[in-house]
């Protein structure tokens, strides 16, 4: 099981911006996907973005295309979510997750992290 810490989330004004990082404690031959994921109250979880390890492929949901964008720093085993111009609508726990694949990940598969909660608010 790997070990996943996030941080970086607080309260923001609508337009502003947030770093979220997630930091692995390794990374290991059975995890192909490293993903954000978030949950609003009343609302289902969703995957925000991801990256693939074995290619590098992205994917972003269309709710944040152009707004978010995810990096990954392989010497630290971390990864971030650069978020800007962020929306009320944004509001939510955001999770770090790691696993096999997306597919796995969204069926509660994987690692995942505790959550760090992400609040746009004026």
């Known amino acids: 099981q790997v070990h996943l810490v996030e941080s970086g989330g607080g309260l923001v004004q609508p337009g502003g911006s947030l770093r979220l990082s997630c930091t692995a404690s390794?990374?290991?031959?059975?995890?192909?996907?490293i993903a954000w994921f978030r949950q609003a109250p009343g609302n289902e979880r969703e995957v925000v973005s991801s990256?693939?390890?074995?290619?590098?492929?992205?994917y972003y949901a269309e709710s944040v295309k152009g707004r978010f964008t995810m990096s990954r720093d392989s010497v630290k085993n971390t990864v971030f979510l650069d978020m800007n111009n962020l929306k009320p609508e944004d509001t939510a726990i955001y999770y770090c997750?790691?696993?096999?694949?997306?597919?796995?990940?969204?069926?509660?598969?994987?690692?995942w992290g505790q959550g760090t909660q992400v609040t746009v608010s004026s």
């Open positions: 990256i693939s390890l074995s290619d590098g492929s992205q």
């Open positions: 390794e990374f290991t031959s059975k995890v192909y996907v």
């Open positions: 997750a790691t696993g096999h694949n997306l597919a796995d990940l969204r069926d509660g598969g994987g690692s």
